[in-house]
């Protein structure tokens, strides 16, 4: 049986760039270097949807209707959201929980 290592080397050759990619994102350059689109990437990932056709173009609705308006700046922002607002662009309140539930406990913000 092939080695998981094998395999993942086998598929990272069929896809040119992603080895950057995946670099770029454990050096935290996602998203501009922005945590909270770190933090909404991963909590949108988190339920399983597939990554480019689903999860990046949510985050780039999020970034432009929350970020670039300036309503939501930093993770403190994020974790006082009005969660109704946030499932405008993202209905899966799983992922906001988890969203927010990092920002709270990295702040220590009362709900």
Do not use: Q
């Not at 993942?8 to 998203?31: A, N, Q, Y």
């Not at 985050?59 to 432009?64: A, G, I, L, Q, T």
């Not at 959201?81 to 913000?109: H, Q, T």
């Amino acid at each position: 049986m092939p080695s998981i290592r094998r395999i993942v080397d086998l598929h990272m050759r069929k896809v040119p760039g992603l080895r950057e990619h995946c670099d770029r994102c454990l050096r935290t350059e996602r998203w501009g270097g922005s945590v909270v689109l770190m933090v909404v990437d991963a909590a949108f990932t988190s339920i399983g949807l597939n990554y480019f056709t689903a999860v990046v173009p949510k985050v780039e609705e999020f970034k432009k209707k929350f970020v670039e308006s300036g309503k939501i700046k930093n993770l403190r922002d994020l974790a006082e959201a009005d969660i109704n607002e946030l499932r405008g662009v993202w209905k899966n309140m799983r992922s906001w929980i988890i969203a927010r539930g990092n920002c709270l406990s990295s702040f220590n913000v009362k709900r």
